[in-house]
């Protein structure tokens, strides 16, 4: 949230790879605007990704249910105050204050913006990953097979 909580950027992170993609919402981040931006996000995204998003307790994901229907993505709500169950996203929000210092005016920030600030992120190697960058770490899981779970009898 900017300053005044009159600007936003919505945050989309992998939890696997760690690799991030922003939403741009200069104007608004009304339930409606937040669907319509997070829309545009998933659906580039591979389906085998998009299985699940893990939200706070916000009003701006009140659209939730026409995300799943245009997604068939489930959405979990984190319980209140308890940002430790988005824990990865929460991590990303705090790498992202480097670029985006609180109380600031996100709005005058552009897509563009949002893109290099996105790509210097996912090109960063982090700790967590063996040292390797979520965008490599994408490409991984992007070039593995999708093995589909199944039970074993035995």
């Known amino acids: 949230m900017g300053s005044h909580c009159r600007s936003a950027i ?8 760690r690799f991030t993609m922003l939403v741009h919402l200069p104007g608004d981040h009304s339930a409606i605007t937040v669907r319509e931006g997070l829309l545009a996000a998933i659906k580039t995204l591979p389906a085998h990704l998009a299985k699940t998003l893990t939200w706070d307790q916000g009003t701006e994901l009140a659209q939730h ?12 709500f984190c319980d209140p105050h308890s ?8 991590n990303t929000n705090g790498l992202l204050r480097q670029y985006f210092p609180k109380g600031t ?3 005058v920030h552009s ?6 600030v996105a790509t210097e992120l996912n090109n960063r190697p982090r700790k967590t990953l063996g040292g390797i960058t979520p965008t490599q ?14 039970a074993t009898t035995g």
């Open 10 to 17: 919505a945050t989309l992170v992998e939890r696997q790879t």
């Open 65 to 76: 249910r026409k995300i799943t229907l245009a997604t068939k993505m489930a959405i979990y």
């Open 83 to 90: 940002p430790w169950q988005r824990g990865t996203n929460e």
């Open 105 to 107: 005016d996100l709005s």
């Open 111 to 116: 897509p563009e913006r949002l893109l290099e």
């Open 137 to 150: 770490a994408m490409q991984r899981l992007l070039s593995e097979p999708e093995i589909p779970i199944v």
